[in-house]
């Protein structure tokens, strides 16, 4: 029986590895000033961050208060999935495994799901999985990946999907924000605490918990001391040691590299990989953001 994978934009997933592994990747939407993108294949990740360092960018829009930019977000809709579904089908899917970025931070599984009802109104014979990553980013590459393994392995489709389910609590997820700016800016921060972090040079640390939500892990003082608290943060509930790590970044490359040194250096023999964030996943935290991912995964998967 043919199985096959979807997922979202919000995983940032490599547009090379989807097309060569047959994945669907259903596009997030992100809306600047008057204008709506795709978070597609073209999407210029380099231009959209620059959004947020040229603050003369935002200069000719008519009442547009400076402070007032932050992008917006958009989950996909149902007929987006349902596109998706159907193209795989075509293509002789009978099972589709559907790894979405986490209900609690986007409403993408909600269409996903929606999606899937209407689709098997009509499809009866062909079953759709889908799985909340618990996280956004890399983690769902992650769980992608495992389908992949699992689907080559022969593995049905049912037993896939509660596999991934499982491992997706073992992926650990710390991310850490140099800048509180952009959570105060889209009205995820108050005032006040904005104003007391930025007094006390706070660099906050968040991680995703076992729901799916973001909560605060811890703080530093600055980048550099919040890049090691990251490393100690993501490796001290686990007994075992990670089999990878992902950095992902947004505008700070440099931040990105510097983590992977304070990793080398604990841990030389590690695989790092380092990836660049789209436009969805780090509107709301800021272009500086650094996420740390550790793959905790069982060794059998």
């Not at 009442?63 to 987006?80: C, E, G, I, R």
């Not at 995703?208 to 703080?219: C, F, I, K, Q, R």
Request: glycine fraction near 6%; hydrophobic fraction near 40%.
């Amino acid at each position: 029986m043919t199985i096959r994978i979807v997922t979202d934009s919000a995983s940032d997933i490599p547009w090379d590895f989807a097309k060569k592994n047959n994945i669907e990747v259903v596009c997030l939407y992100v809306m600047v000033h008057d204008k709506t993108l795709v978070e597609d294949e073209n999407f210029d990740r380099e231009s959209y961050y620059q959004l947020f360092e040229d603050e003369k960018a935002f200069l000719h829009i008519p009442k547009l208060h400076l402070y007032s930019f932050v992008p917006k977000t958009s989950q996909p809709n149902p007929a987006d999935f349902l596109n998706a579904y159907q193209k795989q089908v075509d293509e002789g899917a009978k099972e589709l495994i559907v790894v979405n970025v986490t209900a609690g931070l986007s409403g993408t599984i909600n269409s996903s799901n929606l999606a899937a009802k209407q689709f098997a109104r009509k499809n009866k014979d062909v079953k759709i999985h889908i799985v909340d990553a618990k996280s956004a980013s890399y983690p769902e590459v992650y769980l992608v990946r495992m389908a992949l393994n699992l689907i080559k392995k022969g593995y049905e489709g049912e037993k896939i999907a509660e596999i991934l389910r499982e491992q997706a609590l073992k992926i650990k997820t710390i991310i850490l924000l140099p800048t509180l700016r952009y959570l105060w800016k889209g009205g995820r921060l108050g005032t006040s605490k904005f104003l007391l972090g930025s007094m006390l040079r706070k660099k906050p640390i968040v991680t995703m918990n076992p729901e799916g939500n973001v909560e605060t892990a811890g703080s530093a003082t600055d980048v550099e001391e919040g890049l090691v608290e990251s490393l100690r943060l993501n490796t001290e509930d686990f007994t075992k040691d990670p089999k990878a790590f992902t950095i992902v970044y947004g505008n700070r490359k440099d931040y990105a590299e510097k983590m992977a040194e304070i990793i080398k250096e604990k841990y030389p023999k590690m695989e790092i990989e380092i990836a660049q964030s789209s436009g969805s996943v780090l509107s709301h935290l800021g272009p500086e953001s650094i996420g740390l991912i550790g793959d905790y995964t069982d060794d059998e998967f």
